[in-house]
């Protein structure tokens, strides 16, 4: 629950937590980042471990979460895995990250979850 990255601003620190998929609520909470630096801002950069072709076909069969497993879809766009599982994020995805970054910087403050991490870095013009 701390931070991977932080990144400087002109307004304030931005904490960087790479985040892997996960359904479960209880898996959400307040940082020790955030607890510990009011004021500043935590953000979410998801990624997931399986295939676009596979998270789409989960959306098809689910019956609740189906916008969830579709937004993972995109997050699995921007990745590459090698064959020993690692996952490594494409060019796109970093760029993304970035401008999201840059756009939010001034009105970003508390955790900023990857949901909407993903649905406005990923579908941004």
């Known amino acids: 629950q701390g931070i991977d990255a932080l990144i400087h601003t ?15 609520s ?26 676009p072709e596979e998270l789409e076909e989960r959306s098809r069969r689910a019956r609740v979460n ?26 796109s995805y970093v760029k993304s990250i970035e401008l999201f970054l ?4 001034p009105t970003l403050s508390g955790l900023i979850h990857w949901e909407r991490v993903a649905q406005e870095a990923l579908t941004a013009p």
């Open 26 to 51: 209880e898996a959400r909470g307040e940082s020790r980042f955030l607890r510990r630096q009011r004021g500043t801002a935590l953000i979410e950069v998801p990624y997931t471990l399986q295939r």
């Open 10 to 24: 002109s307004e304030s620190p931005i904490g960087i937590q790479i985040k892997k998929e996960t359904y479960r």
């Open 102 to 105: 840059q756009k939010n910087a």
């Open 66 to 91: 189906r916008e969830t497993y579709l937004l993972w879809a995109k997050v699995a766009q921007h990745l590459d895995r090698l064959e020993n599982g690692f996952v490594i994020f494409r060019e």
